[in-house]
C-alpha cells in the first residue's frame, strides 16, 4: 500500500513537471506578445521595450523557464503579466467561485445519476427504465451552454426567479446559492445522464447474480437489496466514471462560467491565454493538471476501500 | 428517495423565494461592460475598457473632450496660448483634492507629465507626449507646458486616459486602487465579475453629480447581455455587443436603443509593401470588388455607415468618397485580369471580432465573383498581434481603428503593418499635426481623405456604430463617443 501511494506521488511530481515544461514551451512559441497586447495598436517601441524590461521578458526563454520552476518550487508562482498582482491571489480569490460550481455539479450529478440509475435498473424493461433512458438520452444530446441559455430564458427571464449570472462571493449565502442554481444544473445534466446510464447498467449486471436472489429468498425487502446489496456491488465501474467525470466538471466550469459571467478560474484561463500572460497560464494548467492527477489518484484508493479483494492488486 | 425529494424541495423554495433582484433605488445604476478590465490605471494599459469606467469619472485631465469633439476646461480651467502657437500656460482648478484627500496642484501635473514622458514610460499613447519639450509649475496653480513643434492635437491630446493626472503618492497603487480627482470615487472591484464606484462628495461640482453609486458587471457573451438586460439586472449596457439581438429590445417598452458613432473606422486592409498589393490598380480593383451596402446588411444588420475614407462621417472635415469605386464586379474582374492577378489566391486574416468575421464571409464571396480566391482564415488576437501587426505576415485583414485624429497612421512608415511609405502623404500629415487654425486644418484633412482614397491604400468599409441599450430610466448617456470615455457625471437613472 505504502508502495503505491510513494509510486503515484512520484508519478504525480513527474506528470506536472512535463505539463509545465509542455506549458511554458508552448506558450513561448504561440505567436503573441504580452506587451503590445497590454499597450494597445498606438504603442511607441520605447514604451514596448520598457515594459518588456518590466515583465521580464527580455531574459532568454530557458533562463525564465528555470527561475520559474526555481521560484514554483518556493511556492512563488509570479506575477501576472497583465493583472500585475500575484498570481496566486489571482488563483486564490477566484478558485471559491470554481470549486463551489464543480463540487455543486458532483453533487447534483450522483444524486440525479444514482438515484435514476437504480430506480431505472429496479423498474427493468417497464416504462420507469424507459422512461429514464430516454431522458438520459435528451441529457447526452443536449450541449451545456445551449441548455444554460434555455435555462436563463425560463428562469431568470421570464420567471425571474433566479439571477441570470454573475457571483459576489460567499459574503452572501442566500445570493451565492442562487446564483449557483442554474449553473450546477447546467454543468450536471450531461454529467448526470451518462452517469445514470452506468448506474443503470452496472446495477442490472449485479443483480443477475446469485447474491442477489439469495439476498431477496432471504426475505430483504426490494429496496433495501437495491441499495445495500446492488449499489455497493455496482460502485466499481461507477467510481471509474465519477473519477473521469470530475476532471470533466472542472474543465466544463469554462464553458459555464462564460455563458453565466461568473468569476472563475476558467474564465481566467481563457483570458490569460488570449493575453499571453504566461505565468498565469502556466500556474492555472498546473492547478487544473494536479486536479485531474489527484482525482484518479483518489479513484484508485477508493477501489481499495469499495472493493477490498483489489488489494492484493495494487 | 423521499428524504431527498423532501430536501430538494425544501431547497427549491428556499432560493425561489423572493429576493429578486434588487430593484435599484434612484441614485444608482447598473451598466454592463463586454470588455473586461486587467487594470484600472488608464496611463500605463490600453484596454478600452478602463478609460470606459475610469476616465472623466475617477481621473481626470486638464481638458476634456465634449460628446460633440469640443475641447472644454477641466482640471485646467483655462489657457494662453503664445502668438508661435509653442506654449501653452494653464490656470489650474483650485481647492482640488485627490480623493485619498492629498491636494492637486501644478507639482502633480507636472509629475504625472514627466511620469508618461520618462524613457521607462510604459504610457500607451507615449506619441502624444512626443512634441513636449519642458513641463513647469510657474506657482501651485499655473503649469507652463512649451512644445518643440506646434501641434494640431495638443489640447484634444490633453484631455484623454492617456493624459490622466495622478498623484505621486497613489500612483504605484492605481493599478488595483485608482486614487483621482473625479467625480467619482473607487469603492471596490471583484475581478472578472464587477466594479463599484461612489460619488466624490468633495468633488468641485458635486451638485451637478446625479448618481451616488455605479456599479459595472463585465459579461461578454452577446446571449448573457441580452439575458441580463432582459431580467432588468443591468440599467444600461452602452456598448452592446450584438447587432442582430438589438430588434427585441426596439420592441420592448422597457427599453431604449441608441445608435451612436465612434471613432473607429473599420478597413480592409492590403498589405501595400507587397505584390499584389503593392500594386495601385489591383488595390483599386478590390475597391471596386467590394459592395459596403451588402457588408453593412449583411455583417451589421445595417447599423453602420458607410466610408470612402479614412475619417468619420461625424467629423468636421469629412467629404463623402464613398462613390470613389462604385461596386462593379465585372469591371472589378475585367481590373484583375488586365493586373495580371486574376485566378490567384490569397490570405484574408481576420481577428476574432464579430464585425471583423462577418464581413470577412461577404467579401470573400464579392471576390470570387470577381475571380479571386480569397481564403479566409479566422485567426486568434494574440496571433493577430504578432503575425499580421508586428509581422506584416499576410495579404488583407480586416480591423477597426478606434483612436481619433489617427489619420497620421498612413505616415507611420514602411514598418507599420500597412506597408504603405509615400513621401506626399508623410509631408500632408506633418502639415495636419502642426496646424492649429481649425479651417486650414480641416482643409488639409479633406486633402488626405481624397488622397488615401485615390491610392485605395486600403478598402474603407464603415464607421463602427456605438450601439447602447438603455432602461428609459436612464438619462443623459452620451449617443455617440468621439473619444474612448463616456462621462458618468451628467447621467441620471430614474427609474
Known sequence: MWYFIFRRTAGFVATLFVVSAVVFSVMNILPGDPALTILGLDATDDALAALREQLGLNQPVLARYVSWVWNALQGDFGISHSFRVPVSELIAERLPMTVSLA????????????SLGIGAAARHRKVGDWGVMFISQIG???PAFWLSMLLVLLFAVKLRWLPPGGFAGWSDPVAAMRSLVLPTIALGVVQSAVLARVTRSSALEVMRQDFVRTARASGLSRRRVLWRHVLPNALVPIVTIVGMQFAALVTGTIVIENVFYLPGLGRLIFQSISNRDLPTVQALVMLFAAIVVTANFVVDLLYVVIDPRLKART | MSEFSRIFAATTVALGMGLSPLAAAADQIIIGLQQEPTTLDPTADATASIDGMMTMNVFEAL???????EVQPNLATGWKISDDGLTYTFQLAQDVTFHDGTTFDADDVVFSFN??????????????????????????????IKLSRKDAFFLFNMGQGDSAIVAS??????????????PFKFDSWTRGDRLTLVKNPDYRDAAGVALDKVEFRFIS?????TAAMMAEELDAFPGFPAPELLVQFEADPRFRVNIGSTEGE???AMNNSKPPFDNIEVRRAVATAVNRDEIIEGAMYGQAVPIGSFYPPHGTAYVDLTDAYPHDTAKAKQMFTDAGVEGTTMTLRVPPFPYATRSAEIIQSELAAAGIDAKVENVEWGFWIDEIYKKKNYDMTIIAHTSPNDMGNFARGPDYFYGYDDATFNDL???IETETDPAKRDALLQEGQRFLTDQSVHVFLFQLPLLGVFKTSVEGYWSSAPVLYMPLKGVTNAG
Open chain 1, 103 to 114: 463540487v455543486a455539479g458532483m453533487i447534483f450529478t450522483l444524486v440525479i445519476a444514482l
Open chain 1, 140 to 142: 447526452i444530446a443536449v
Open chain 2, 63 to 69: 481638458t476634456i473632450v465634449a460628446e460633440n469633439g
Open chain 2, 115 to 144: 511620469r508618461a514622458m520618462a524613457e521607462d514610460s510604459v504610457n500607451p499613447s507615449k506619441s502624444i507626449f512626443k512634441p513636449i519639450e519642458s513641463v513647469t509649475a510657474i506657482d501651485p496653480h499655473t503649469v507652463e
Open chain 2, 169 to 182: 503618492e497613489s500612483v504605484d497603487t492605481n493599478n488595483t486602487n485608482p486614487v483621482g480627482t473625479g
Open chain 2, 221 to 225: 457573451d452577446p446571449s448573457a447581455a
Open chain 2, 266 to 268: 473599420v478597413i480592409l
Open chain 2, 429 to 431: 500629415w506633418g502639415q
